[in-house]
Structures are given as C-alpha cells and as structure tokens.
C-alpha cells in the first residue's frame, strides 16, 4: 500500500475511470526503482528474444538481407510447400521422433533406476563417493565428450576398434556407419546425464514419508514390496511430470551435439530439423527457407510443449494424494 | 531403516554394490583412458599398448601443445568470457529476480508471463542471427556475452529463493525510509550470498562449456574461446598437425596430442568440480521445487 504521505489530486477528475487507471500509474511511480532494476534485462528479452519474432515473417518472403525483411518481395507459403515436396521432410521429422523416442527408453529410465539404486546403499561415504563421481560427466563440456568419443571409435587407431581387432572381430567405422550413429548419440548422452538427472528423483525419494515405510513393514512387507508400493507410488508425480515434459518435447532436438558428431555419410538418420536449418541456412545462406522450416518446428514444439504442460498440471493434481 | 539379514537382501546390495561400482568405472575409465595415454610414451601410445595405465612417460605431447600460442589465445578469450559474462548474468539475473519476487510489484505479472514466454517459443536460429549482425555485434566479443545474458530458468531459480526474503522485513525497512535500492544492496544481497553462489557456478560452467554462439558470431580466430579451438582439433581434425609438427612425427603424436589437449581444456573444471559439486545439486534442488 502507497504510504499515506502521497496526495491524490486526481480527486476532481472523471471518478470510475480515472480511478483504476489511476491506481494503476501510482504504483507504477511507488515501484519505480524496482522496475529501475528491472529495465535492463527486460530490455534484454525485448531486443534478444521478441524482436527476432519479428523475424519470423522472413519465413514468408524471399529475404535479401539487402533489402532487409520490410522491403523483400512476399512469397506466402511458398517455402513452406518446398519443403513438404522435398525429400528432407519426412527424414528430418522421422529422426527427430526417433532420437526422442530412444531417449525416452534409454535417457529417462535410467537415472531413475539409478536413483533407487542408490537409495539402498546404505554406507553412506559409498553412496556419496557414487554420486559425485556420477554428476562429474555433466559438467564435461560436449565438444570434449564428441571429441573423445570421435577419438575412441577412430576407424585406425581407437581403442574400440583396437580392442575389437585383437578379439578377433572386424574394425568398424563407426563414425560413417548410420546404424551406429543412434546408439553412439543415446550413449553419450547418458553417460553425460544420467548421474545429473537423478539428482530430481533423489530428492523426491527423500521426501517420501519414512511412516508409510514403518507401517508397510510392521503389514510384513518384504524390502522388494515396499519398493513396489511405498517407493514407486511415492516419486510417481515426479516421474509422471517430467515423462510428460519430455513427451512435449518430442519433436525438439539440440543441434549442438548432433552438428559435431554427423557426417554426410550419416546424414540419413543424423540430420534433425535443427541441424538442417543451421547447414542450409547460416552455412548454405538460404535464409527465407530456413527460417520458414524452423518456424514450423518451433510452432509444433510450442503447441506440443504447451499442450503437454497443461496435462501434466491437470494430471498431478489428481495423482497426488 | 533395517532390514532383515536376508540372503535375499545380502544379494540385492551386493548385485547393487557391483552395478555401483560399475558405475564409477564407467564414468572415470575415459577420462583415466585419456589422461594415461596423453602422458604415456609416444611409441607406446601409437602401438595402441596403453589401456589403463599409462606406459612409459612422456610430456612430448603436452609440450607441443602448450608451446602453440592458439591455446593460450582460447584459454584467455574464456576466460574472458566467463569472467566476463558470469559478472553480467549474476547481475542481470538478481536484479530481475529480486522485484519479480515482491507480491506487491505492479509489473510482477506481465514480466513473468513474458520471459516464461521466450522459453516456449522464440524467433530461431535465423533471424537472431541476422538481428545479432544488424546491431552490429558480429565478431566482437560482446556477442558472446550479451547473448544468453539472462537465463529464464536462473531468474525462476533466483525468484523462489528471493521469495523467502520476508515483506516484512522490506516493509519494515521502508518505514524507515529505505527505498528499493537502497533494499536490496543493503539487505537482500547480503542475504543471497547462497543463491549468487549456485548462479555464479552455473553461469560460469555454461560459459566455459559452451561453443556454439563462438562458432556462428565469431569468424575471428583471436576471438575465439577454448570449446571452438577443441571442435577444430578434435572433431574437424584440422591443420593442429601440420602446424606445429614436421613429418613423419605428425601421425606419431597427433592422437597423443588431441588427448593431452582434452586434457588440458577439462582440468580446471575436474579440479574445481569436487569442492563445487554440493551448491549444483543445491541448485537443482530449489529449481526442482518450483518445477
């Protein structure tokens, strides 16, 4: 509440009106070193995220960059059309989805097995040694983590394809083969994050209220039931709001990992809509197209992500008990 | 929590206590890998003799790649940057989290709802490249720190905890006569030491990790931060060779060398990550809950 030391002189003006809109400027001027300390970075998101929305309309012109966006001749739907026609759309969408759905297998069980795994230990010096060591592959940065890996699976001189040579076994080219590039891209990826993520799922184990473990084991539980039905009921919301995260982000996939680790021999199950957006349009030039394809996709991902967000709020309040 | 002395029992934790231990030979043995062969001797690191514990020794490989100025030249610009870019997220971030955290504060709607926006939906890689170019920061530095300044999920982070700053407490020191400046620099920041702390750490690792924006804003080499040097070495396997090494040692050494450089660009992080390790998982944690 404005301290009652300020004057309202507004008293003689227009009542019903002037006294919302009113109310309004006063606290603006109340406020206002706050929204002093807030300018800069909402200038920020205003110049570095909402203008290049603006942007998006170059989707539907054929930009020139010297002509700037105003003045580049509309072509409607034009690229649009172009590229449904193309061979690429189906590949990119079809890797996109698959990369996702390998993930959802692998990358998000995981780390809750993980988790509950760890939760058993119960020398505690152990389980701490654990955990450290296994949010250390986070913090290695991607390029380091394709890097070794382009290393350890070089077709000559790898290790893997040394020690597959002294087994017995035929070197493989890892790297150009596109059956390897899902398993090599998911492998990765958990090994980087699997220890990370189950930083969530350990802190929900720990708020499970040890009662419910007391009274399951005083009905005679053995350890593996009460996993079944003290554990798992208990980390079910976390588990559920972040598969349904995951699930709007089905068609969403980084390109910083996947531009250092592809090769055009790979293309076939490697390229994702972002990757193909980065090489036709900021190496190959070809802006208007680009732009238009990673405005489609932004588009699906904004109404999967939104769609899928409101069904996890909707669901987990009617999960939890 | 006991449990009985079940064989049943006796089995679960030991088949628990292998995977465990799987565990954490998995995550070290690659770096352990790396590291043995970078200083092994190169003889015995080209015949593929090295697996887990270096074989003979030998700096050969890191002395090449210390004595090329491009290393120290990337090492400088990130830590350039970083330093850099952690100073201005840290700032940007609180002095955005901090009014959004008042219950009070006119705006605290409209700006939350528009910076939860952006991390719905955003202009793309396009048009931010080509506004990035209009405003004229293509290939300076500045690219790399303005960009990214300010990171929704950190505000949101830095929110919640702001948030357990009492209005009374602000209240209290307004009757005083305090105003929201005079608040926060005297009263909130010193409060937040723990939240400056996980946003620092995370800011600063996103910087020091980060390669892509180099990649696209900056052409100039002398501008470019370690993570590009390493994409050139390690995964465009570029000129590193023939720039520094006659001959016949080239095909000897160049593995020898990408390891010690891999090496060299992750120390400090590995150095610094075990005393750091507990303020990440705080921060998880509090993101966690609001999440």
Redesign the interface.
Same mark, same amino acid.
């Given at each position: 509440m404005p301290?009652p030391m300020t004057a309202s002189p507004a008293r003689h003006s227009a009542p019903v009106r002037g006294s919302a809109f009113y109310k309004?400027a006063k606290?603006?001027v109340s406020?206002k070193?706050?929204?002093?300390?807030?300018l800069?970075?909402?200038a920020?998101?205003i110049?570095?995220?909402?203008?290049?929305?603006?942007?998006?309309l170059?989707a539907f012109k054929n930009f020139s960059?010297s002509r700037g966006i105003w003045n580049s001749p509309w072509v409607g739907l034009k690229w649009f059309e172009q590229f449904f026609d193309s061979i690429y759309a189906f590949r990119l969408i079809k890797n996109v989805l698959l990369l996702n759905l390998y993930n959802l297998l692998w990358s998000f069980p995981i780390p809750i097995v993980?988790a509950l795994?760890?939760n058993?230990?119960?020398k505690n010096a152990?389980k701490r040694?654990?955990q450290?060591?296994?949010?250390?592959?986070h913090?290695?940065?991607?390029?380091?983590i394709?890097?070794?890996a382009?290393?350890?699976l070089?077709p000559n001189?790898g290790?893997v394809n040394?020690a597959l040579e002294k087994l017995g076994f035929a070197k493989i080219n890892f790297l150009s083969e596109p059956g390897w590039f899902r398993t090599i891209y998911i492998g990765t990826d958990v090994?980087a994050s699997f220890?990370?993520n189950s930083?969530?799922y350990l802190?929900a184990l720990a708020g499970i209220d040890?009662q419910m473990?007391e009274a399951a084991r005083i009905d005679g539980a053995s350890?593996w039931k009460q996993l079944v039905h003290v554990t798992l009921p208990g980390i079910a919301p976390t588990i559920i709001?972040l598969l349904l995260l995951q699930l709007g982000r089905m068609m969403s996939i980084g390109f910083?990992k996947i531009i250092?680790l592809y090769t055009p021999s790979t293309y076939e199950v490697s390229d994702v809509i972002?990757s193909y957006?980065?090489r036709i349009?900021?190496v190959g030039g070809d802006?208007s197209f680009?732009?238009a394809v990673?405005?489609m996709n932004?588009?699906i991902?904004?109404v999967l992500?939104?769609v899928f967000n409101w069904l996890s709020r909707r669901l987990t309040e009617t999960s939890l008990w | 929590?006991n449990?009985a002395r079940t064989t049943?029992?006796r089995l679960?934790?030991a088949a628990?206590?292998i995977?465990?231990i799987f565990?954490?030979v998995?995550?070290?043995y690659?770096l352990v890998?790396?590291f043995s062969m970078s200083i092994s001797d190169p003889l015995a690191a080209?015949a593929?003799e090295v697996?887990l514990f270096p074989k003979g020794f030998s700096l050969n490989a890191y002395k090449l790649v210390l004595d090329n100025p491009d290393i120290w030249k990337s090492y400088a610009n990130t830590l350039w940057y970083t330093v850099g870019g952690t100073a201005l997220n840290v700032t940007?971030?609180i002095?955005?989290a901090?009014?959004?955290s008042?219950r009070?504060?006119?705006?605290r709607h409209p700006?939350t709802l528009?910076?939860v926006f952006?991390m719905?939906?955003?202009?793309?890689?396009?048009?931010? +490249?080509?506004?990035v170019n209009n405003?004229g920061l293509y290939n300076t530095r500045w690219a790399l720190i303005? $960009?990214g300044? @300010?990171g929704v999920w950190y505000?949101i982070i830095a929110r919640t905890y702001f948030s357990t700053i009492p209005d009374s407490l602000v209240e209290s020191a307004?009757l005083d006569g305090a105003?929201?400046?005079r608040i926060?620099w005297s009263i909130v920041v010193p409060l937040s030491k723990p939240i400056i702390a996980v946003l620092v750490l995370f800011y600063a690792?996103g910087h020091?990790?980060?390669? +892509?924006s180099a990649l696209?804003y900056l052409p100039n080499k002398d501008l470019q931060p370690l993570?590009l040097y $390493?994409?050139k @070495?390690?995964?465009e396997s570029t000129n590193l060779a023939d720039s520094v090494l006659p001959g016949e040692e080239k095909s000897l050494a160049l593995?020898q060398i990408?390891?010690s450089i891999?090496i060299v660009?992750?120390l400090p992080?590995?150095f610094v990550?075990?005393f750091l390790?507990k303020y990440?998982?705080k921060g998880?944690?509090i993101g966690?809950i609001k999440?």
């Open positions: 301290s309004f606290q603006l406020d070193y706050l929204i002093l300390m807030v800069p970075a909402v920020y998101f110049i570095f995220h909402y203008l290049p929305m603006y942007g998006v170059m960059p993980f795994m760890l058993e230990i119960r152990f040694v654990v450290t060591v296994s949010y250390m592959p913090f290695i940065s991607v390029v380091v394709v890097g070794m382009i290393t350890f070089s001189d290790i040394t090994w220890g990370y930083i969530l802190a040890s473990y350890r709001i910083e250092l972002s957006v980065y349009g900021l802006f680009a732009a990673d405005l932004a588009t991902n904004f992500i939104v | 929590m449990y049943s029992g679960a934790d628990i206590a995977i465990m565990v954490i998995i995550c070290l690659p890998f790396v080209a593929q697996w940007m971030t002095l955005l901090y009014p959004l008042r009070s504060f006119v705006l700006i528009m910076i952006t719905l939906f955003n202009g793309g890689l396009i048009p931010t +490249f080509i506004l405003i303005i $960009l300044a @300010v505000v307004k105003n929201d400046i926060f690792v020091w990790n980060s390669y +892509f696209i993570q $390493l994409v @070495v390690l995964v593995m990408k390891y891999i660009a992750t992080i590995l990550y075990p390790q990440f998982v998880v944690m966690a999440g």
